[in-house]
């Protein structure tokens, strides 16, 4: 007989990012999953998020699922690099898919 060939698709977005509000020094994690076939490539931006993939010093990393992963948030009265919006975009030859907004507040 003939089988069902599982097609590819799109991404789409099944974990959207919430808000957080974290104090300074502690870890956090933005959630975001997607799923598509080919399985999705994950990016967050924030302007552009730099990970540890981008350089090992970083204090950030993306994990395994797609979320973004801050081994400590960094705050201090000049520099303030993590708080901000992100948004997470998932993509693959098919095409992109977009999460929500999500703010980084330091408490």
């Given at each position: 007989?003939?089988?069902?060939?599982?097609?590819?698709?799109?991404?789409?977005?099944?974990?959207?990012?919430?808000?957080l509000?974290?104090?300074?020094g502690?870890?956090?994690?933005?959630?975001?999953k997607?799923?598509?076939?080919?399985?999705?490539?994950?990016?967050?931006?924030?302007?552009?998020?730099e990970?540890?993939?981008?350089?090992?010093?970083?204090?950030?990393?993306?994990?395994?699922?797609?979320?973004?992963?801050?081994?400590?948030i960094?705050?201090?009265?000049?520099?303030?690099?993590?708080e901000?919006v992100?948004?997470?975009?998932?993509?693959?030859?098919?095409?992109?898919?977009?999460?929500?907004?999500?703010?980084l507040?330091?408490?």
């Open positions: 007989g003939s089988r069902l060939r599982q097609e590819d698709f799109p991404p789409r977005i099944v974990e959207h990012p919430s808000d509000i974290v104090s300074k502690e870890p956090a994690t933005l959630n975001c997607a799923e598509g076939r080919p399985t999705p490539t994950i990016e967050w931006y924030k302007e552009r998020v990970t540890d993939k981008d350089d090992p010093r970083s204090h950030r990393m993306l994990l395994p699922s797609g979320s973004l992963f801050f081994l400590r960094v705050h201090g009265r000049k520099s303030r690099p993590d901000g992100y948004v997470c975009v998932a993509r693959n030859y098919l095409g992109e898919a977009v999460s929500h907004n999500a703010s507040e330091v408490a």
